[in-house]
C-alpha cells in the first residue's frame, strides 16, 4: 500500500496508506486528514481538494487537464505551478512516499 | 448525560459534528442516522453509482478513522420518533437517548405524489444509497423507462440509463426542464442535448396515471391520454423537507425548519442544517431553503460554531453542479430576480456561461463545461462589484479584474 505524506499549513505531518489506485484526496478523506474538504467527492466540480505538490514528486505525476485547469484558475489559496487537484492525483506503487502540502483553506 | 444529539446522517450532520469539535465543543456527540452507512456522498448515486463507475468504498465523506479521531459516535438505523426537550430526551428506534443540544439535519424526502398506480412494482424515487442499490438492483432487465420530472435528479437519472443503452423519455410538467433553478437558455440547450443523445423529452406533460400488469408498471398514460411503455419508472418531481420532529417542538413551517444564520432555531437547545431548514441567507438577502451539497455543508458548519458557542453566520455565496452526459453544468448564486441573461463564451463548442445580472451586478452565473467562471463567481458574486452587460459578453474583458 503506497503511502502519501500530507504536510498542513502549520507544518503538522500525517502518513496515511492508501490502496494503488485510489486518490490522494480518498487517501485524506478516509484517514481524517484535515484540511482536505472534498465536497464533490472527487468529480471536478468543486475544488476544495487543492495541495501543493512537492517539487520531488510534481513531475511523476500526470499533467493538469482542461476541466482541473479551468478549476485550479481561481482557486481559493494562490495557485502555483504546483498546484493540484488531489482527487486528479492516482496513487500508484512508484508513487509511494509522495508529499504534498495542504493550503490555509478550501474556501 | 449531556451532550450533543445530531438527528440525521447526511452531509449537514457531519458538518455541524466537525465544526463543533473544532470550535471547541468537548462534550459527547452522537449522531442517529436512520440509514446503514456513514455520511456519504449523493451525487454519485444518479451517477457514477448507477453506471457501476464509482464504487461502493469511494461513497463515504469520511472515513471511520475521522469518527474515531474525533470522537464523534454514530447509531446506525435509528429513525427519531419523538422529542421531548422539556426532558431532553429523544426517542430512536435504537432506543432513547439524552441529549443537552439537538441538531435537526434530517434533510429531505422524495415528494411523492399522488398518481393511480404509484405503487406498482418498478416505480422508484431516489434519495438514499438504499433507493440506489434497488435500482441497480433490476436495471439490467429494464429496456425503457419513463423519467417523470425534468430537475436535476430527473435529468442525471435519465442521462446515466440513456448511457446505460436503455430508452428513455422525460416527462416534464413544467414548459421546460430545470424551470425552478436556471434560465430558459440553459434550459433550451440542455433540452437539445438530451435529444441529441436520443432521449425523448415531452414538456408541458402532466402524467394522469401508471399503468401496470400482474403488479408490475408497463406504461405511463399521460393527463393529454398518451401512453409510454416503461418497464420502470423514476418518479422525480422534487422533494419535501423532514420538519416532523421540529414541528413537534413547534420551530417548523411547512418550508422548513426555521433557523437564523447560525443555524440556531427559536429554541437555545435546538438547532438545524441543510435540506431541511429555511431561514435568512445572507446572499440572497431572504429567507429560503436551499437543497444542496454546499448549502448543507455550510450551514451545518455554522451551526457547529453556535453549537460551541462560537458566532460564525453562514455567509456562503450558494452553488450547485450537476453531471449529465458529458455536460459540467455548475451554477452559483441565485438567477431569480435577475433582470438580463448575458452569454459568455461558446455555446456551439459546448463551453459557455450565463451571466445572470440585476442592473450591474452578477446576480448568478451557470457555467457549462466552463469551470473557471464558476470558480470566479463563488469568490466574485459576494462581493461588491460593477459590470454592464457589453462587459461580460466581450471575451476579451477579463473577468478576474472585478475581483
Not at chain 2, 431553503?289 to 460551541?308: C, F, H, P
Request: negative net charge.
Amino acid at each position: 500500500m503506497p503511502r502519501i505524506i500530507f504536510r498542513d499549513a502549520d507544518g503538522g505531518i500525517r502518513e496515511v496508506n492508501v490502496d494503488a489506485g485510489r486518490s490522494v484526496m480518498l487517501g485524506a478523506t478516509m484517514n481524517g486528514v484535515p484540511g482536505i474538504d472534498a465536497d464533490c467527492g472527487g468529480t471536478l466540480s468543486c475544488a476544495t481538494c487543492h495541495v501543493y505538490v512537492d517539487e520531488a514528486w510534481a513531475d511523476r505525476i500526470p499533467p493538469v487537464d482542461e476541466v482541473e485547469n479551468d478549476l485550479l484558475e481561481n482557486v481559493a489559496c494562490e495557485r502555483a505551478a504546483n498546484s493540484r487537484l488531489s482527487c486528479q492525483i492516482l496513487v500508484t506503487e512508484d508513487l509511494d512516499g509522495i508529499t504534498v502540502d495542504i493550503p490555509e483553506r478550501q474556501y | 448525560m449531556t451532550g450533543l444529539a445530531i438527528v440525521g446522517g447526511s452531509y449537514a450532520a457531519l458538518n455541524v459534528a466537525a465544526s463543533a469539535r473544532q470550535h471547541g465543543y468537548a462534550e459527547s456527540i452522537t449522531i442517529l442516522t436512520d440509514e446503514h452507512e456513514l455520511p456519504y456522498h449523493r451525487p454519485p448515486l444518479s451517477k457514477g453509482f448507477l453506471l457501476g463507475a464509482t464504487d461502493r468504498e469511494t461513497l463515504p465523506l469520511r472515513g471511520e478513522a475521522f469518527y474515531r479521531d474525533n470522537v464523534i459516535n454514530i447509531v446506525f438505523g435509528a429513525r427519531a420518533s419523538a422529542v421531548d426537550c422539556g426532558a431532553s430526551r429523544i426517542e430512536t428506534t435504537k432506543g432513547a437517548f439524552a441529549f443537552s443540544k439537538l441538531a435537526i439535519t434530517t434533510g429531505t424526502r422524495a415528494r411523492i405524489i399522488p398518481i393511480p398506480g404509484g405503487d406498482l412494482r418498478g416505480v422508484f424515487t431516489l434519495r438514499s444509497l438504499a433507493d440506489a442499490d434497488a435500482i441497480r438492483a433490476v436495471l439490467p432487465g429494464v429496456r425503457s423507462v419513463v423519467v417523470v420530472g425534468g430537475g436535476f435528479i430527473g435529468l442525471e437519472m435519465a442521462a446515466s440509463m440513456a448511457q446505460s443503452g436503455v430508452e428513455v423519455t422525460v416527462l416534464e410538467g413544467l414548459g421546460r426542464v430545470l424551470a425552478r433553478v436556471t434560465g430558459g437558455t440553459i434550459s433550451g440547450f440542455i433540452e437539445r442535448e438530451f435529444a441529441g443523445h436520443g432521449v425523448n423529452l415531452a414538456c408541458g406533460t402532466a402524467v394522469e396515471a401508471f399503468e401496470g400488469q400482474n403488479g408490475a408498471v408497463r406504461c405511463v398514460r399521460t393527463r393529454s391520454g398518451q401512453r409510454y411503455a416503461a418497464d420502470m419508472v423514476i418518479l422525480a418531481v422534487g422533494a419535501e423537507p423532514n420538519v416532523e420532529l421540529a414541528e413537534d417542538l413547534g420551530l417548523a413551517t411547512a418550508q422548513g425548519v426555521v433557523v437564523d444564520l447560525c443555524g440556531r432555531t427559536a429554541n437555545p437547545a435546538v438547532f438545524a442544517a441543510g435540506d431541511c431548514a429555511f431561514g435568512m441567507n445572507a446572499f440572497a438577502g431572504r429567507s429560503l431553503r436551499l437543497e444542496s451539497v454546499q448549502n448543507a455543508t455550510d450551514q451545518g458548519k455554522a451551526a457547529g460554531a453556535a453549537i460551541a458557542g462560537i458566532d460564525l453566520p453562514n455567509s456562503a455565496v450558494p452553488w450547485f453542479w450537476s453531471d449529465q452526459f458529458d455536460l459540467k453544468l455548475q451554477m452559483v448564486g441565485l438567477c431569480n430576480g435577475s433582470d438580463r441573461e448575458v452569454i459568455r463564451g461558446s455555446m456551439d463548442a459546448r463551453k459557455f456561461s450565463i451571466f445572470y445580472l440585476k442592473r450591474d451586478r452578477i446576480v448568478a452565473i451557470d457555467s457549462v463545461n466552463n469551470a473557471s467562471d464558476n470558480m470566479l463567481g463563488r469568490k466574485l458574486l459576494g462581493r461588491p462589484h460593477s459590470v454592464s452587460a457589453e462587459q461580460v459578453s466581450d471575451p476579451d474583458f477579463n473577468m478576474r479584474s472585478l475581483i
